[in-house]
């Protein structure tokens, strides 16, 4: 089993920044792409942006500029800077990551619960 765990949302004016984590821990071999998606209330779940291995990237229009993904290889974890914050871009954001465990043999693409972000004045 595996499991990712976000942390660092919050309340923030709008301009401001937050910098949000996910940790995977478990019985993982390798984890290829991470991701970031978010889900805003009625809406649908929107990419926010991804990390491959190799560490290239791709951002949702909504967020170019301002967001930054970037990950620890060793640490299991992604990270996800953003700036310049707007009322907008309040809803749960929840991480992702494609792992392989070479104990069970599989491959599967495991999700965190998510953490609140509320950009509001």
């Known amino acids: 089993q595996v499991q990712l765990v976000e942390s660092g949302g919050g309340l923030v004016q709008p301009g401001g920044s937050l910098r949000l984590s996910c940790a995977a821990s478990?019985?993982?071999?390798?984890?290829?792409?991470m991701g970031w998606y978010r889900q805003a209330p009625g809406k649908q779940r929107e990419l926010v942006a991804t990390?491959?291995?190799?560490?290239?990237?791709n951002y949702g229009d909504s967020v170019k500029g301002r967001f930054t993904i970037s990950r620890d290889n060793a640490k299991n974890a992604v990270y996800l800077q953003m700036n310049t914050l707007k009322p907008e871009d309040t809803a749960v954001y929840h991480c992702?990551?494609?792992?392989?465990?070479?104990?069970?043999?599989?491959?599967?693409?495991?999700w965190g619960q998510g953490t609140q972000v509320t950009v509001s004045s």
């Open positions: 478990g019985n993982i071999s390798s984890i290829y792409k």
């Open positions: 990390i491959a291995s190799g560490r290239s990237t």
């Open positions: 992702n990551a494609d792992v392989y465990s070479r104990w069970t043999g599989t491959r599967a693409l495991y």
